[in-house]
């Protein structure tokens, strides 16, 4: 059985590939959830909860570190260390499959930054995971790096109404490009290209044979 998991830089990240999440549960696959800087925001913010009950909604197991958002001068510090060991561990002792990430080429510092410790962690020569993957994020990765590269297509038609309802439950919390109507717009644009009503696109880092 396949063993998937997601590693995020923030709440609401998860939503924008909630529909391939949820048909993983569907097929039968684990699906876990980590969200790094479970700390960025202020005290009065309710994204924990909505995070939880949209894992609750895809039926994914979620983890939350206490670290507020992350600065390119976190690569070289401890933070690092101790997140990196929290991520190999998790993915030992879950005996994961397949990790999904933030794109490394995207605008924000902290969704370089855990992508890039998932490039580390996951690298064949020292983990048993199958394979890498990064998820696109409407208004995160239109004005980055590798935008070209998200080829591999997921079908989210029969579960595109849980994706819509994640996303509508962050309410105000998701704006401009990365509203919901962007999203949905994204997933429908995406589907019309590979001839399927909503479907969601991933970059594959590497997989093995």
């Known amino acids: 059985m396949k063993k998937n998991l997601f590693v995020f830089a923030h709440y609401d990240d998860e939503a924008f590939s909630a529909g391939t999440i949820r048909k993983m549960v569907a097929n039968g696959e684990e699906v876990h959830i980590l969200i790094i800087c479970g700390n960025g925001f202020t005290l009065d913010d309710d994204r924990h909860t909505i995070f939880l009950k949209n894992c609750d909604l895809l039926g994914a197991t979620n983890y939350t570190l206490k670290y507020f958002d992350l600065t390119l001068k976190d690569l070289d510090s401890e933070v690092t260390r101790d997140i990196k060991s929290v991520i190999t561990k998790l993915i030992s002792n879950l005996n994961i499959t397949n990790v999904y990430t933030n794109n490394g080429g995207d605008l924000h510092d902290d969704h370089k930054i855990v992508s890039l410790w998932l490039h580390t962690v996951c690298r064949p020569s020292i983990s048993k995971v199958q394979s890498l993957s990064e998820c696109y994020i409407p208004g995160a ?3 980055g790096s590798g935008i070209h590269d998200f080829t591999t297509v997921v079908d989210i038609t029969d ?3 849980i994706k819509n309802q994640c996303l509508l439950n962050y309410g105000t919390h998701l704006k401009g490009a990365s509203s919901q109507d962007a999203a949905i ?3 429908q644009y995406i589907g ?3 001839n399927m009503q909503f479907a969601e696109t991933f970059k ?3 997989q093995k044979k």
């Open 141 to 143: 990765n239109e004005y």
């Open 185 to 187: 717009k994204h997933s």
């Open 192 to 194: 019309s290209i590979y």
């Open 159 to 161: 579960f595109n109404d």
């Open 204 to 206: 594959t880092i590497w």
